[in-house]
């Protein structure tokens, strides 16, 4: 089932999840037992993250720097064949810009729709300093609103090689990010919000938000995409802080501000209670949320799951 018809036939707020694949090399029962635990909370479908080759630097003994060309993380299109067939949740798989051409893309995109899976997220992805050889003459797509283009032109049965004919169109359900505290490389929230009505006008079907930790953001992000032209459902999405480390790496990684009152709260506490004082804080605003009658609340899990599990024990969830 497509995420917006999830939504639409939804008479209360939704709770769905969003996981990493295992590093290279990694043990994937770790998230194995990840997803056990949140097949329990019964989410409509579970997003799984994709990931490019990056350009690392490592230095040789002899004080020499070699540039290597490193692949993260593969396996998002086996996770998810596996939630959708095994446990028959909807999976939704990034697509990223970054790191692929176009061709890569479309191939991608076939074998998703060849599973079955209806529902995508295109998003540009995360610089890594890797600019693959572009292949056929094809350019990648730059920007998101690139990659959703094509994937509505899949929808479309407009494939790249235009000679091909009574091409099947596929029927993919488009979700984009949104930025409730700006898209850092935005110059204001007034001209990411018009980037993401762009999207929305080449075929994005809904918005997932980047997470936030003062709901007034998401409330005022909402407000001016409606007033922009912007009707599609904008799900929040959430990530619970478990680490004082957090306090330094979420705002750098992700460009979000933490409200003085959490920040504080938490440098003064016990490393043992910070994960404690992170689920109260996003308790609170979960509660908010539901009041508010949003269509859906996304959780940023990664593979550890045992916050979310503290937090749903509270909601009676």
């Known amino acids: 089932m497509k995420i917006v018809e999830h939504l639409n036939k939804a008479t209360d707020t939704l709770i769905s999840f969003e996981v990493i694949p295992p590093k290279r090399g990694g043990n994937f029962q770790q998230l ?12 409509p479908f579970i997003d799984i993250t994709s990931h490019a080759a990056e350009v690392v630097y490592e230095e040789a003994p002899d004080g020499n720097v070699k540039v290597k060309v490193k692949r993260k ?8 064949a ?65 990659l959703v283009k094509q994937i509505n032109d899949l929808n479309n049965g407009k494939y790249l090689e235009d000679s091909l004919l009574d091409a099947h169109p596929m029927n993919f359900c488009i979700g984009i990010g949104g930025y409730p505290e700006k898209h850092f490389e935005a110059p204001n929230v007034q001209v990411d919000i018009k980037h993401t009505k762009d999207k929305i006008d080449a075929g994005a079907d809904y918005i997932v938000t980047q ?28 990530k619970i802080l478990v680490s004082k480390n957090q306090l330094n790496s979420i705002p750098k990684n992700f ?19 910070v994960a404690e004082i992170g689920v109260e804080w ?4 979960v509660e908010e949320l539901l009041n508010h009658n949003v269509p859906a609340i996304h959780f940023y899990i990664m593979q550890n799951t045992k916050p979310i599990k503290l937090l749903m024990k509270k909601l009676n969830f």
């Open 32 to 43: 194995m037992n990840a997803l056990d635990d949140l097949i329990k909370f019964n989410p």
């Open 82 to 146: 596996l939630i959708q067939n095994k446990y028959n949740i909807d999976a939704v798989p990034h697509v990223i810009c970054k790191g692929f051409t176009k061709e890569e893309t479309e191939d991608f995109l076939i074998e998703l729709h060849y599973l079955g899976i209806d529902n995508v997220l295109a998003v540009r992805g995360d610089e890594s300093g890797y600019d693959k050889p572009i292949k056929f003459n094809r350019s990648a797509n730059n920007f998101a609103v690139d």
């Open 211 to 238: 997470m936030f930790y003062d709901n007034r953001k998401y409330f005022e992000y909402v407000d001016k995409c409606r007033q922009s032209g912007i009707d599609v459902p904008i799900i929040p999405g959430l």
């Open 255 to 273: 460009y979000v501000d933490i409200p003085n009152e959490l920040a504080e709260e938490i440098e003064t506490a016990k490393p043992e209670h």
């Open 73 to 80: 993380r593969p396996g998002t299109l086996g996770i998810c």
């Open 282 to 285: 996003t308790f609170k605003q």
